[in-house]
């Protein structure tokens, strides 16, 4: 089978033919930071007197301020005030505060297939689901792609996975995510390409595979790209995306075996309980543990479709916990409003906050207090990450992190999401 | 290059949340980090502060597993870590040590060390030494590529004579 990282990379780069283990140099289409690794790679560029280089390659510069949106303290709002000033002066595309999380604005019609990557953000990954190569660097790093135009990869070796099938009721893309960390463990994609192929592909839209592709960096991954297929072109239509015939030979063949197989009939509802997201359990084994806040956003699962999972089990409903929810974009949130679905969520007794990270980065918008649980539909829970380290964060679907607020416990959701189907 | 630290053992998976708590990375100095590096994991916070300088942190699978961010590699730095010698790391982590001149040795030698002891590198020849128990351990030596950017004292170094060739 074909890698499509190597594919790409190879494209990217002045070697015909890159294989695993290679250390290449290769051409950055995207380079993009954030308000805490951008404020560091503006210090290394003025540090270093590059800043006056930045802007001269054809590489585009994203800025985004998510993780502090809007800023929570003076060292915040003036780390954005130097960004905002840097923007301008070198021509960086800026998204500034309450616009979004970086990972959802840059595939609102940014991104496109083919395209190699990188992003101060290691979750920068999450573009996979768009058939490109892209992967999470440091500040340095990035500081360094802006002046040059170029960076060096390690060659990754694929790790090609099949799909089959289609998920059961109350089972979404997020509960494969957490199968596959569960088979991996926190190693087992260690500086690999995870590839995605099967006819069980056509089951997955680009919300789930952005979910999917988001969370495989967890296992140590490199990139997660699934192939370019109507799927993915329908996304980038709805985002004025000029559709370019090339894009239809980053595909994967759906014969082969590959490395491993998943039918999606066989997931259940699962869940990361702390301290890291690659210990997953089923939900059932959890049933009953006291929650005290609920989040629904982030990176992984604060699009649109995940909204709408959340509202049809909150109407008409009044929620046990606190209910934090937070859209991926400025986008989704004015959907949110167009289509009734925040009235919903506030009716329900939901707080809706700022697009952006929210508490899923832990520095501010509804960190826990010593001892209290979280269920969220973001990606991290190591201890500390959004609370005190007696605070525990559970991962999972938006169907799981709903049912929690409905129940006040970790619940098993298919019973309730059968009788919403029902009504 | 020739290195050498006191042994502080820390385990599997350590995370850069871990390392050092998003809570604190609004600001990027190092006195700041060095302040509050592994405070949610004040055993080993504890270690670190009452080992002899320079600290060599010996580790097992997967050190810097998590966020992308930067800030890590400067704390343990300014923590007076010299270098990390881990079965496995994560990637991004190892990329920003290696750009901020932080020696990461892929190798197993956590059964050979204990707590305290006295560890030497030379990172050319892809040697480890352990002289409490007269001991020599070989590791592949890295790549050309990456040692010249440890040699020069990471990327910035990089870039800065990039800055300084090019007119304006």
Redesign the interface.
């Known amino acids: 089978m074909e890698s499509l990282a190597l594919k790409i990379l190879s494209k990217h780069s002045e070697e015909e033919n890159v294989e695993p283990g290679d250390i290449v140099y290769a051409k950055v289409d995207k380079v993009m930071v954030n308000d805490v690794t951008g404020a560091l790679a503006l210090k290394i560029l003025s540090e270093t007197g590059a800043e006056k280089l930045v802007g001269k390659r054809r590489t585009e510069t994203y800025v985004v301020f998510d993780h502090y949106s809007p800023a929570h303290n003076w060292d915040a709002a003036n780390a954005h005030a130097k960004l905002r000033l840097f923007s301008r002066k070198y021509g960086c595309k800026l998204f500034d505060v309450g616009y979004g999380i970086a990972h959802q604005l840059l595939v609102e019609g940014m991104v496109k297939p083919g395209e190699l990557i990188v992003g101060a953000d290691s979750h920068t990954i999450t573009y996979g689901a768009l058939a490109s190569f892209s992967t999470g660097i440091g500040s340095s790093e990035a500081a360094y792609v802006m002046v040059t135009g170029e960076l060096w990869f390690k060659a990754p070796e694929p790790l090609f996975v099949k799909i089959t099938g289609n998920f059961g009721i109350g089972v979404a893309a997020k509960d494969l995510a957490l199968h596959l960390l569960k088979e991996f463990g926190s190693e087992g994609a260690l500086y690999r390409s995870v590839e995605f192929f099967g006819e069980g592909l056509r089951n997955l839209d680009v919300n789930d595979r952005l979910t999917v592709s988001n969370m495989m960096v967890e296992a140590g991954a490199k990139t997660a790209i699934f192939p370019y297929d109507s799927e993915t072109e329908s996304w980038l239509r709805k985002y004025n995306v000029n559709v370019r015939d090339e894009w239809k030979e980053l595909k994967i063949e759906a014969k082969g075996k590959g490395d491993m197989s998943i039918d999606l009939a066989t997931i259940e509802p699962l869940i990361s309980a702390p301290p890291k997201p690659t210990n997953v359990k089923h939900v059932g084994d959890l049933e009953g543990t006291p929650v005290d806040q609920v989040f629904v956003g982030s990176c992984t699962n604060g699009r649109f479709k995940d909204m709408v999972a959340l509202a049809r089990i909150v109407k008409g409903k009044r929620i046990k916990t606190r209910l934090i929810v937070i859209p991926a974009s400025i986008n989704i949130l004015k959907r949110m409003i167009n289509e009734g679905i925040l009235n919903i969520l506030v009716e329900a007794g939901a707080m809706v906050g700022v697009p952006g990270c929210g508490p899923c980065f832990g520095a501010h918008m509804g960190v826990l207090g010593g001892g209290e649980v979280m269920v969220s539909t973001a990606n991290r829970n190591f201890p500390g990450r959004a609370g005190p380290p007696s605070a525990k964060v559970y991962l999972a679907s938006p169907y799981t992190a709903a049912v929690a607020a409905i129940t006040g416990q970790i619940t098993d959701p298919r019973p309730y999401i059968r009788e919403v189907l029902r009504e | 290059m020739k290195l050498e630290g006191y042994v502080v053992l820390v385990g599997?998976?350590i995370?850069t949340?871990?390392i050092i708590?998003?809570?604190y990375?609004?600001?990027?100095d190092p006195e700041w980090l060095a302040q509050h590096v592994f405070?949610?994991a004040p055993e080993i916070r504890e270690k670190i502060s009452k080992s002899l300088k320079p600290v060599a942190i010996i580790a097992g699978?997967?050190f810097g597993?998590?966020?992308?961010?930067?800030?890590a590699?400067l704390a343990l730095k300014a923590a007076s870590v010299s270098f990390i010698i881990a079965e496995?790391f994560?990637?991004?982590f190892y990329?920003?040590a290696i750009?901020?001149g932080l020696v990461v040795i892929e190798a197993n030698i956590r059964n050979y060390v204990e707590e305290g002891d006295l560890v030497k590198v030379n990172l050319k020849e892809g040697i480890i030494v352990i002289p409490r128990i007269n001991e020599t351990i070989r590791f592949k030596p890295l790549?050309k590529?990456l040692l010249e950017i440890l040699e020069i004292g990471?990327?910035?170094q990089?870039?800065?004579k990039?800055?300084?060739s090019?007119p304006?």
């Open positions: 599997d998976s995370d949340d871990t708590p998003a809570r990375l609004h600001r990027s405070e949610d699978k997967g597993y998590g966020s992308s961010r930067e800030h590699v496995s994560h990637r991004i990329r920003n750009n901020n790549p590529k990471g990327l910035k990089f870039l800065k990039i800055a300084s090019e304006r």
